[in-house]
Nanobody, 116 residues
Framework: QVQLVESGGGLVQTGGSLRLSCTASGLTFNQYTMAWFRQPPGKDREFVASHIHKDGSKYYADSVKGRFTISRDIAKNTVYLQMNNLKLEDAAVYYC?????????WGQGNQVTVSS
């Protein structure tokens, strides 16, 4: 059974930092592209960042470039999202995502709240 377990969300003030973690089990971690999505209140889920397993490429939404960093620890089966200089508009439920050519899995979601 595949599980993606997220942690690290919470409440932070604008300009602050948080690091989200997502630990995968039940899959071959280095064969999956790992990504983060988020869903702000009342809006659709949107792409945030991805880490391509084949070549290590990283991609970011324009809104988070220069502030967020995605990374992967293969030994721990964990992907991270380091979020710096957080803004009010970053508040959302953040979801971890594992993608292969055959499968797609989601984490349970992790709330990030940003206060002024």
């Amino acid at each position: 059974q595949v599980q993606l377990v997220e942690s690290g969300g919470g409440l932070v003030q604008t300009g602050g930092s948080l690091r989200l973690s997502c630990t995968a089990s039940g899959l071959t971690f280095n064969q999956y592209t790992m990504a983060w999505f988020r869903q702000p209140p009342g809006k659709d889920r949107e792409f945030v960042a991805s880490h391509i397993h084949k070549d290590g490429s990283k991609y970011y939404a324009d809104s988070v470039k220069g502030r967020f960093t995605i990374s992967r620890d293969i030994a721990k089966n964990t992907v991270y999202l380091q979020m710096n200089n957080l803004k009010l508009e970053d508040a959302a439920v953040y979801y971890c995502n594992a993608i292969s050519t055959d499968d797609k899995y989601w984490g349970q979601g992790n709330q990030v709240t940003v206060s002024s």
